[in-house]
């Protein structure tokens, strides 16, 4: 079973860049079982998919954010991260990270969402 | 994108009772679709994905149907751990989006 942990500043300043890193245990960021990515909640509003990666293979990003947005992951420490440049307020949100799992049958696969890090508050504010 | 739409967006319950929710999809999704649970000041849980199956340790009281664009959460025989927000999402292709959220009070 993965464990994640979520790192990272919870404050950054407006036009900076927001960075997190997501701690895999339990399984190895190699896997090519899985897409690493995240997805944040701003207070009180809905779940935006922010973009998912996997090992050596293919990135994807949500195309409101794709211009400022890099996934990327490190097998050395087996953990994956999050850099958003140039926020503003509106990037005040919980972030999480949370891998897509593949479960494949009969030639279709299901990439979905399997577990949840416990999430960090990232505050957008000078 | 696929715009995805729930319905109701807040629904009253007793213990014991059993509830539907709906999600609607802006176009067809065959059965790439997920439930999530989340409960206040946590983070979302997995409950169903391709649209019926259960997520592993997610007890049987859940359950989900649906194919195309509608798609239904049946919770049966609520109990006070029940209370809480569903959302549904889609996986058919990128960008992935959820729903606005379904929250379930007593």
């Known amino acids: 079973q993965l464990q994640l942990q979520e790192s990272g500043p919870g404050l950054v300043k407006p036009s900076e860049t927001l960075s997190l890193t997501c701690i895999v245990s339990?399984?190895?960021?190699?896997?090519?079982?899985?897409?690493w990515g995240w997805i944040r909640q701003s207070p009180g509003k809905g779940l935006e998919w922010i973009g998912s990666?996997?090992?050596?293979?293919?990135?994807y990003y949500n195309p409101s954010l794709k211009s400022r947005v890099t996934i990327s992951v490190d097998t050395s420490k087996n953990q994956f991260s999050l850099r958003l440049s140039s926020v503003t307020a509106a990037d005040t949100a919980v972030y999480y990270c949370?891998?897509?799992?593949?479960?494949?049958?009969?030639?279709?696969?299901?990439?979905?969402?399997?577990?949840w890090g416990r999430g960090t508050l990232v505050t957008v504010s000078s | 994108d696929i715009q995805m739409t729930q319905s109701p967006s807040s629904l009253s319950a007793s213990v014991g009772d059993r509830v539907t929710i709906t999600c609607r999809a802006s176009?067809?999704?065959?059965?790439?679709l997920a439930w999530f649970q989340q409960k206040p000041g946590k983070a979302p849980k997995t409950l169903i994905y391709?649209?019926?199956t259960l997520q592993s340790g997610v007890p049987s009281k859940f359950s989900g149907s649906g194919s195309g664009t509608d798609f239904t959460l049946t919770i049966s025989s609520l109990q006070p751990e029940d209370f809480a927000t569903y959302y549904c999402?889609?996986?058919?292709?990128?960008?992935?989006?959820f729903g606005q959220g379904t929250r379930l009070e007593i």
């Open positions: 949370v891998p897509r799992r593949g479960e494949c049958s009969g030639g279709t696969c299901h990439w979905y969402f399997e577990i």
């Open positions: 339990g399984g190895s960021v190699s896997s090519k079982n899985y897409y």
């Open positions: 990666t996997a090992y050596g293979g293919s990135v």
């Open positions: 176009q067809d999704i065959r059965n790439y």
């Open positions: 391709a649209a019926s």
């Open positions: 999402q889609h996986y058919r292709d990128y960008p992935i989006t």
